[in-house]
């Protein structure tokens, strides 16, 4: 089983993190690896679409798609939703979407590493295509247990902790 990542920078604003295709790919397959996969992904190659956006387009679609007119850190468009089915031996999961300014502020305000906090949104717009959520509780533990797990082996803090640089 192998994982294509197709990597779009729409803003050059994300060129300044230093190998920040390496670093989101790096994410990425650390959450493919750990986390077990929904039944239609098993036996599968995968590929994904990781979308390096701003503000504003993330705000475009925010408003077009789920109806809240602001940006947001992450969004994911999971094909595993969608009552289409995939045939052949490629499962497309999904397209993950990243906001630079949002995420930028967030670190800062949160006292955290903006390449931690790129790699933590980026493990859990991953986990989002791969069917988990945080809808309930009992979704939001077993996803953020599986987060802290992944992001572990990437040398990234515990995100749901207070930190300080």
């Known amino acids: 089983m192998a994982t294509e990542l197709d990597i779009s920078i ?3 604003i994300w060129e300044t993190i230093p190998n920040v295709e390496k670093l989101v790919e790096k994410a990425v397959n650390a959450a493919i690896a750990a986390a077990p996969l929904p039944r239609e992904a098993l036996q599968k190659d995968l590929e994904i679409s990781l979308v390096l956006a ?11 798609y789920r109806q809240k007119d602001r940006p947001t850190n992450v969004l994911t468009f999971a094909t595993l ?10 499962l497309n999961l999904g397209d993950i979407i990243l906001a630079f300014q949002t995420i930028e502020r967030e670190a800062a305000e949160q006292g955290k ?13 991953t986990l989002h295509l791969l069917m988990y959520d945080h809808q309930t509780e009992d979704e939001a533990n077993t996803m953020e247990t599986l987060e802290i797990r992944i992001l572990e082996r990437l040398g990234v803090q515990n995100p749901y902790i207070e930190n300080t640089y």
């Open 113 to 125: 590493y903006l390449t931690d906090h790129l790699a933590h949104l980026t493990v859990h717009g």
């Open 81 to 90: 939703d969608s009552a289409m089915p995939q045939a052949g031996d490629d």
């Open 10 to 12: 729409q803003d050059p």
């Open 54 to 64: 701003n503000d504003d387009l993330v705000q475009v679609l925010n408003r077009e």
